[in-house]
């Protein structure tokens, strides 16, 4: 069983500081273990919005938001480059709004992945072939070549109809961040002998996976469901929530 001890947790995000909360209560309320974490958020909101030093051992602000993907690209790249300053050998990052409703299935992923012996892992997006970014985990060491992670797409990539298809009309396009999570892997060599690709569960979206008891969820009514499925109840954000 990984010791949490060895584990940097990182949450990024500019808006969901509700979530954030949660989040917060969830590790340090609900997890027997979970004051062992080093907890990192990253947050390129209003600092109006949101408290620091409630539960996360450090709190980095970063003042210039350079919109969705862009900003995110830039939270992923600072969180990561603190985490390689520390010494504890595995970083979670997650989304505000990913959560692990178990302390029990957190160990389950963290083991995985261990036992693996690859640096780098993260789901694995069925029909685009890519990994899914809202939750990642890296090895300390890796992170000396993988950063910084550039808004570069992977050549190849562009020329798949299937994904121009896909990517047509979007937002963004080709240009978000699991794309250049991607390219950076295939920059260090060949990506399946880096990555180990947890399996999620609902694609294409992959809200819930329940080996994992982790949720990228965005109905409130969902969390609580699932708050309640995993007994999730301390922590004075979620007990007044949970009476609501």
Known sequence: MANLKNVHHICIGYDQYIDLMFNRDILRHNFANGNDLWLTVVYNGDLDRVPSGAGENTFIKISDNRGYAYGALDAINVGLNFALEGYRDIIVLTNFD???????????????FIESGKPFSSGYHQSHD????DLMLFKKDFLKELLPI?????PPRKEIEFLQQEYDGTQLGFH????????????MGNPDELWYKMQRDGH???RYTGKYGFGHLHDMNEKKMYMKQHNVSKGSIIEAYMRS
């Open 150 to 154: 550039e808004a570069e797409i992977y």
């Open 176 to 187: 978000n961040v699991e794309e250049w999570v991607l390219n950076a892997l295939h920059k």
């Open 204 to 206: 294409p979206r992959y």
């Open 130 to 133: 890519m990994p899914l970014t």
């Open 98 to 112: 990913g959560y692990f409703f178990s302390e029990e299935k957190y160990q389950i992923l963290l083991d995985e």
